[in-house]
């Protein structure tokens, strides 16, 4: 089993800045792809950016230039540093951790946070 947990959720104006972090847990040997999604009221979840475990990203055209996404392998934590915030941005934020290796040898895919909600607002 692996579980994920979001933090550093909350609420802030126009333009500030806000950090996520997501750490994974179990029996964990490595993790392929980390990222993070999200899900505005009454839309579909949709990528924010990826990492994989090389450090390879890939941002959303709309957070390009504004968030950030890095990780530590060793700790299976990824970041997401989300700066000139839009209320746009407001959603529930998830973490995901894709392809991962057991410590048995096995993989297993698409594992999901419960989600941690940004609200960006004045």
């Known amino acids: 089993q692996v579980q994920l947990l979001e933090s550093g959720g909350g609420l802030v104006q126009p333009g500030g800045s806000l950090s996520l972090s997501c750490v994974a847990s179990g029996r964990i040997a490595s993790i392929n792809t980390m990222g993070w999604y999200r899900q505005a009221p009454g839309k579909e979840r949709e990528l924010v950016a990826t990492?994989?475990?090389?450090?390879?990203?890939n941002y959303a055209d709309s957070v390009k230039g504004r968030f950030t996404i890095s990780r530590d392998n060793a700790k299976n934590v990824v970041y997401l540093q989300m700066n000139s915030l839009k209320p746009e941005d407001t959603a529930v934020y998830y973490c995901?951790?894709?392809?991962?290796?057991?410590?048995?040898?096995?993989?297993?895919?698409?594992?999901w946070g419960a989600g941690t909600l940004v609200t960006v607002s004045s």
């Open positions: 990492i994989t475990s090389s450090g390879h990203t």
């Open positions: 995901n951790a894709d392809r991962v290796r057991t410590i048995f040898g096995d993989y297993s895919f698409a594992h």
